[in-house]
């Protein structure tokens, strides 16, 4: 009988592509060297998709600091199709998302590890550092649950044409499933979702009747004054 072969561990790739997510100021990109050299040594993506993340580093090498920090903002911190907040993408701004956190961050503290301050537990590079801790059989499945949010991700970060494609591309890897894009959600824009309503603008916000339609009038019928009768003791 034939023994399955066990799947090689990717903690090393795991975390270098956490590393790569961040913020890339000048103290993450002095690492840039040692995160490249995790990756070749490990041997966990093929070597296509080692020369795509091969040219990320490049870039965030090469380029001019200031501008690599603002497109990083623009890219991942002013849009929800390429948030790095995971719940994000599935459950919004609604009710579910705070207990959705609390269950991923229980998850985290059954396999000993805790937050920093301040990390919230969906965040990207924070979900890859937990997988890593796992065993690769165990790491392989929990991204693959996620599978279907990295594709969201890639879509958009396809359609912006940023290297940083390549590491949702990776991860898709690491899960054993393909990396294709997914149709974009059309948002609306970012000013506009945060806009104020018109002050009395027909008398109107969201969830009541809108301007040009039919307002809800209530009349009250209010209780008949009574007068004085002679002889009440009332004065003139």
Known sequence: MFKQAKPASASGTLRALAALLAYPDAGMRVFLPQIGAVLADEHALGAGRLAEIDALITHLTLGDGLAIEAAYVD??????????????????DSR???PAMI??????EKAGL????????????????????????EARAFLA??????NAIFGALQRRGTP?????????ELAGEKAQATPPVKEAPLD????????????????QAKPGTPQPIHLVRRARATTPQAGSGASA
């Open 192 to 207: 506009e979702a945060w806009a104020e309503p018109v002050v009395f603008d027909g008398c109107s916000t969201q969830g």
């Open 164 to 172: 940083y494609v390549a590491i949702l591309a990776a991860m898709l």
């Open 145 to 150: 649950e996620m599978a279907h949010i990295f």
């Open 75 to 92: 890219l991942f911190d002013c849009g929800r199709a390429t948030s790095l907040h995971l719940f994000e993408h599935v459950h919004g």
């Open 103 to 108: 269950d991923l961050a229980q998850t985290y």
């Open 114 to 137: 805790y937050l920093g301050e301040g990390q919230l537990p969906d965040y990207l590079p924070v979900v890859l550092e937990f997988v890593s801790t796992q065993p690769p059989a």
């Open 96 to 98: 579910e998302r705070g």
